[in-house]
Every structure is written in structure tokens, then in C-alpha cells.
């Protein structure tokens, strides 16, 4: 007896300890809100022990009681009983049903009954889909099955509905470390992510901002955000040990994203604050190459010049020399007096030089290296219509200059008597003329509508080719090739047309090297050959097709392959000259027959030309049944978007020139030649000049 008094005794005083203890609590949760208040209003949720719940404002409490205002009146209250939760926003409070859900879940929880507890919390939400408890714990759940992909989503969602009251960041970041050991990068990014948007003040920021700047450039290619947070981690947190890295990553992704003198301004103080780091070779060449795009090329030789003589990274050395051999081109461009920097006609007239834009013509004195203008004939051409002319062909010799346009017909200037004159598309002249040639006895013009033939020494009018009025086999003719005997024209349609000048007759010109789906897009004459260059969209390649000046002996090579885009696949120039490189012969040793000719991966230009097998070859069909000697040694000269170079065809030798990435933004090739020791280029962006030597 005396011992169950004891206990019922010492029952009692356990709850009151424990009652006044809760009692304490809920006092010191009031009069936090209660100093809250003076702040803002608060809402106050007051929910009984029989489930019965009042939305109201709160207007205080004491140690007793408390006081909200429900539907205009005070409210007063006692503290026993009721379970108070507070929220500055209302719409964030969930409605009694779905509280009620998440309150069974919870009791499910501690009955061990998580599947059970996880429908109710899907239920909550259902009810109440602004409900971040509920998102917890069921992030909570998926997270505790491996499930990280749904954990995120709803540690998402809580983050979005009241990041303040939950502390998310150990869940995200194990949830990001995770990802990023299975190298799933997109997956680790997002985590980090949400951390740095939702707890910006949090001590794992600073060393986030770093790896997940790193994360988009270098693993996802996400350039724009990546540049932007590394720029804003620096700013923010010099002295982390990571900012060696994103500064340089900054510079190398401001020169990529064309912000050049900004690249420039970073590279430098990169190089001055980390003169031994392991990336100062690669931002000394970066700068170089900025430096190149800006037209300075002594500054990029310079810097190029430096890594060259210090690097021993022989892949750093390579690209050193690849932006010295880059310093030998100059760039013309509006600044040096071009009317337009698209340049889409060039021609040689003797050491001048005549230069077509879509803005007109100019004319320039090259000799000596010299670049200086002649404006007078120029201006009085440009001047002559009322647009200035979209030139795209010009044909000059010591006597004349033919000037063709896109919509303006042809032009003729005569250098002996001063005098300009026009064909225009009321005269009947078709208005796109896109290639002229001449000699002493012919003016020939390629057309839209057709091949215009002008006949020296008569007052005739121009005679017209098409399929209207002759038997020509195409209209729209691209390109044009004079020799003594024939004309060449290469049509839209890859059709190949032929005019024999003595008999005055039109044929098709077919060869078994002339595959279906061929199409001529420039014709050359080099020695005793003829150079036809050509592009297939069928088999994404290009190459040139060299013959006899007759067209026999024919034979096709194949020179880039898998070019998806149609411009890099059409723009592909050849010029040829004599091989006259001596030879030198052992003793019983024959001259050297041509060798297979390569065939080069756009994928990796720059790993130089990868010579063929016989095999490899498409076999050849040579016309004619007598065996013909082999065909004078010729060095061609290449040039395409990607990659400009020289082909000895007798030793089989390929020489990479370098292309003129000094020209800005995409290089696109309209016109080519070779001239006075000089290669010209004629760029979407300017009229690169190198000296062949």
C-alpha cells in the first residue's frame, strides 16, 4: 500500500514537471511571435485536441492565455489545449483535411509503417499542394529508398514553398555529391544549384560557386551560365584556392564567346597575379589568338613567340607555331578602304588588284606589298547606278575591266578611252551575272538566265545561250572556263556544259568519275589539265576532278568527307601551277608516277592530310583505250573554310599553309587566287593576303 501511494506520488509530480515544463515552451513561442509582431503582422493557426482549427491574427498572449482576432472580434483563449503554428502568408496554410492527412502520416511513421505514411503525405498534397511539410517528408521517404531523383523534386518544392524553415542543404548536397561520383553532372549541378539560389549565406557557398562554375563549362558546355558564375564566385571569393582556374576559364570563355577586349583585360591580369601557374602558356596563347582576330599581329606573334621558346608542352609549341605561321596573313577590311567587309569577286589586273562587294567596287596597288587605293575609277562606277552595284564577278586585262552583278546586269569599264557602260536587264541582259571570262576573241557570261557570248571586233548584239532559244542542256549557269577550243559551264543543277568553239555546238559532258549527285562549283586551267572542283550533298564530300585540256583521261578525288553543312561543303577553291621542284634520280630509278591522293576528315583537320590506299580509291576509268603517260606534275593550291594548303601531286607531298584565322568570326571563302607571289582570299569578313613564300 505504502508503495503504490509512492508511486502514484511520484506519478503526479512527473506531470506536473512535464506540464509545466510544456507550458514554459509554448511562453517562450509567444513571446518570440509576440516580438515578431512588431515587425509585420502575423497569422496564427490554432488547431484543438479534437481537431476543430481557427485562422486568426495574433494579438498577444501571457503566461495564461492568449488573444487572436478571428472574423472581426477578440479571441481569448487559454494556452491548455490548443496547438498553436504561425505563418506570414496564408495561402501557405493547409486546409484542415490536408492537415489532418500529414498528421496520420506521421503517427504512421512511428508505428514503422512507411509506405503507409507515404500515401497519406501524397494525400496531403493532393489536398493541398502548397504544402512543404508534407514535400519534406516524402523527400525524406524517396531519399531513404534511393530514389534521388523524386527526393530532389520534393526538396525542390519545399525549397520554392519555405526554404527559411527547413534546412535542406545537407540533403542537397549529398544528393549532389552522389551525382557527381556517378558522373551524372546535370543531376549534381541541379542540387548545387539550389543551394546557392535558396541558402546564399550558407558556408558551403563560396567552394559550390566554384564546382558548379566548372561543372557547366567543362561537363555540360553550358558556357553562359558558367561563365557568369565564375565571374560572380570571383568577384566574391578571391582567396579561394579555385580561383586560379575560373580566372583563366573566364578570359578562355570570353575570347570563345567573342568578347575579345574583355578576354584580353582578363588574360592579362591572369598573367600578372599567376605567372607559374600551370595555365599561363595557355592564356598567353589564348591572348595571342584574341590579339590576332583584333588585327594586332605583332602583339600575337609576341605572345605566341614566348610559349614557343619557353613551353615544353610540345602540343603547346605546335600551337604556338600555328599562330606565328597565322601572323604571315594581313587582313583588309573596311578600315583599309574596302567598301564592304564581304568580299565575294577578286581580280588580278597586272599588280592592281579589283575587289567586288555587295556595297561596290574598288581597286587597290599591291606591288611591292603596297595596299593603296584608286579610288577615281571605282567611285565613278559604284556611282553610276542608283544602287551602288552587288558585285560578284569581275574579268580584267590590260585593255578593260567586265563587271557582273547580281541584279544590275553586267558593267564595262575601258581603261584606253575612260569610258563606263552598262548592260542592264532592260536591255535584255540577264540581271545576275555570276562569272565573266574573256580573251582576244570573246566576252562569255555566266547567268541565271543562260551564257552571254560577246564576239570582239562586231557590232552584233550579245548572242544568248538557253534552253529557250539554242540547244544549250542548262540554264542557270554558276562558272565558266575558256581554253582555245572549248567553254565550260557548270550549271545550278550540276549539270556540265560544254560549247565547242569551232563547230559552235553544245553538248553534256559526262565522265565515269563524274559520280550522280556531283556538282561543279569552280572550273581551273593549270599547264596542259583542266581543274573542275566539286561538292556532293548526297555523300557529304568534296573534291576536284583533273583531266586533259580535252576533258579525256579523267579522274576525280575525293578530298573531304562527312561535311554536314552545305556552305563548308561548297566552298572548296583550286589553283594549280607547274611542279617545276627538280628531281633527283637514282641510279635504275624511274620517274615517279602520281600518287593516290588523300582523303581528309573534316572531324580533325588539323592533324594534316591522311594518304589512301589504292583501295580506298574509287577505281578509275580512264577514257581512251591507249595507255597515256602520266600527267604533268602539277602543285595545287587548296583552299577551303576549314583548312588551306598545297598538294605536290608527283611526290605525293601535302603541306598544311594554315588558314587566315585572323579573319573574324566564321571564315566563309568567296573567291581565290594566286597572283604576283601573293595567295588572296576573299572572306566573309575581310580580303586575306599572305605571301607564298
Do not use: C
Amino acid at each position: 500500500m505504502l508503495h503504490q501511494t509512492l508511486r502514484k506520488h511520484t506519478n503526479t509530480k512527473k506531470q506536473k514537471t512535464f506540464h509545466l515544463f510544456l507550458l514554459l515552451t509554448l511562453i517562450i513561442v509567444l513571446f518570440v511571435y509576440q516580438q515578431y509582431l512588431a515587425y509585420g503582422q502575423q497569422y496564427v493557426i490554432v488547431d484543438r485536441e479534437n481537431g476543430d482549427r481557427l485562422t486568426g491574427t495574433w494579438r498577444g498572449s501571457t503566461e495564461t492565455h492568449f488573444e487572436i482576432e478571428y472574423q472581426g472580434e477578440i479571441l481569448r483563449l487559454p494556452v491548455k489545449g490548443y496547438r498553436l503554428s504561425f505563418t506570414s502568408d496564408l495561402s501557405n496554410v493547409a486546409d484542415r483535411t490536408a492537415a489532418k492527412y500529414f498528421r496520420n502520416g506521421l503517427m504512421l511513421l512511428e508505428l514503422g509503417l512507411p509506405e503507409k505514411a507515404k500515401n497519406r503525405f501524397e494525400a496531403a498534397i493532393e489536398e493541398f499542394p502548397k504544402y512543404p511539410d508534407a514535400h519534406y517528408q516524402l523527400g525524406l521517404l524517396y531519399k531513404a529508398n534511393g530514389d534521388n531523383t523524386n527526393a530532389l523534386e520534393r526538396f525542390r518544392s519545399v525549397a520554392i514553398l519555405d526554404a527559411a524553415n527547413f534546412d535542406l542543404v545537407p540533403h542537397f548536397r549529398e544528393l549532389g555529391d552522389a551525382a557527381l561520383a556517378n558522373e551524372d553532372y546535370g543531376e549534381a549541378v541541379k542540387n548545387y544549384q539550389l543551394i546557392l539560389q535558396y541558402y546564399p549565406e550558407h558556408e558551403s557557398v563560396p567552394g559550390l560557386s566554384y564546382i558548379t562554375g566548372f561543372l557547366l563549362v567543362e561537363q555540360l558546355a553550358d558556357s553562359d551560365k558558367g561563365l557568369s558564375l565564375l565571374e560572380s564566385a570571383t568577384k566574391q571569393y578571391p582567396d579561394m584556392l579555385s580561383h586560379e582556374k575560373a580566372f583563366f576559364l573566364i578570359g578562355r570563355l570570353q575570347a570563345e564567346k567573342g568578347l575579345l577586349e574583355n578576354a584580353l583585360h582578363t588574360l592579362r591580369g591572369f598573367v600578372l597575379r599567376y605567372p607559374v601557374s600551370e595555365w599561363v602558356n595557355e592564356a598567353r596563347l589564348t591572348r595571342a589568338e584574341v590579339n590576332l582576330k583584333l588585327g594586332s599581329v605583332e602583339e600575337a606573334g609576341n605572345e605566341a613567340a614566348q610559349v614557343h621558346n619557353m613551353s615544353v608542352d610540345e602540343a603547346l609549341k605546335e600551337r604556338a607555331k600555328q599562330i606565328l605561321d597565322q601572323t604571315r596573313w594581313t587582313v583588309y577590311t573596311v578600315a583599309e578602304h574596302l567598301p564592304d567587309n564581304r568580299v565575294q569577286a577578286i581580280a588580278v589586273d597586272g599588280t592592281q588588284l579589283w575587289v567586288g562587294t555587295p556595297s561596290g567596287l574598288m581597286l587597290f596597288e599591291t606591288s611591292f606589298n603596297n595596299w593603296a587605293p584608286i579610288p577615281d575609277v571605282p567611285q565613278q562606277i559604284n556611282s553610276l547606278l542608283e544602287m551602288s552595284p552587288d558585285v560578284r564577278s569581275i574579268a580584267a586585262n590590260p585593255d578593260e575591266v567586265w563587271i557582273g552583278t547580281r541584279s544590275q546586269g553586267a558593267i564595262h569599264y575601258d581603261k584606253r578611252t575612260g569610258e563606263v557602260q552598262t548592260y542592264p536587264p532592260i536591255d535584255g541582259f540577264p540581271a545576275w551575272v555570276k562569272d565573266i571570262k574573256m580573251d582576244d576573241r570573246e566576252v562569255w557570261f555566266a547567268t541565271d538566265g543562260g551564257v552571254i557570248r560577246k564576239i570582239r571586233g562586231t557590232v552584233d548584239p550579245p548572242v544568248v545561250y538557253n534552253r529557250q532559244q539554242s540547244f544549250i542542256p542548262a540554264d542557270n549557269i554558276e562558272t565558266l572556263l575558256l581554253t582555245t577550243t572549248t567553254v565550260w559551264g557548270a550549271s545550278v543543277d550540276g549539270k556540265i556544259v560544254m560549247f565547242n568553239r569551232e563547230s559552235e555546238e553544245w553538248s553534256l559532258y559526262h565522265s565515269t568519275e563524274i559520280r550522280k549527285g556531283m556538282t561543279v562549283v569552280g572550273f581551273d586551267t593549270a599547264e596542259d589539265q583542266l581543274l573542275f572542283t566539286w561538292f556532293n550533298t548526297d555523300e557529304q564530300s568534296n573534291g576536284y576532278f583533273r583531266a586533259d585540256s580535252d576533258g579525256v583521261n579523267g579522274k576525280s578525288t575525293t578530298l573531304h568527307t562527312g561535311i554536314v553543312d552545305e556552305i563548308k561543303l561548297k566552298r572548296i577553291y583550286i589553283e594549280g601551277a607547274l611542279d617545276d621542284s627538280p628531281v633527283i634520280l637514282e641510279e635504275n630509278e624511274a620517274l615517279p608516277v602520281e600518287t593516290p591522293e588523300p582523303l581528309i576528315d573534316e572531324e580533325s583537320p588539323g592533324e594534316g592530310p591522311e594518304l589512301l590506299t589504292s583501295k580506298s580509291l574509287p577505281e578509275t576509268e580512264v577514257l581512251g583505250t591507249q595507255p597515256q603517260p602520266p600527267p604533268t606534275p602539277l602543285v595545287l593550291w587548296i583552299a577551303t573554310n576549314d583548312l588551306f594548303y598545297t598538294h605536290h601531286t608527283r611526290s605525293g607531298e601535302w603541306k598544311d599553309t594554315t588558314t587566315p584565322r585572323i579573319v573574324a568570326g566564321d571564315l566563309i571563302i568567296h573567291a581565290f587566287t594566286i597572283a604576283n607571289n601573293r595567295v588572296w582570299i576573299a572572306t566573309n569578313n575581310g580580303l586575306a593576303a599572305m605571301n607564298v613564300q
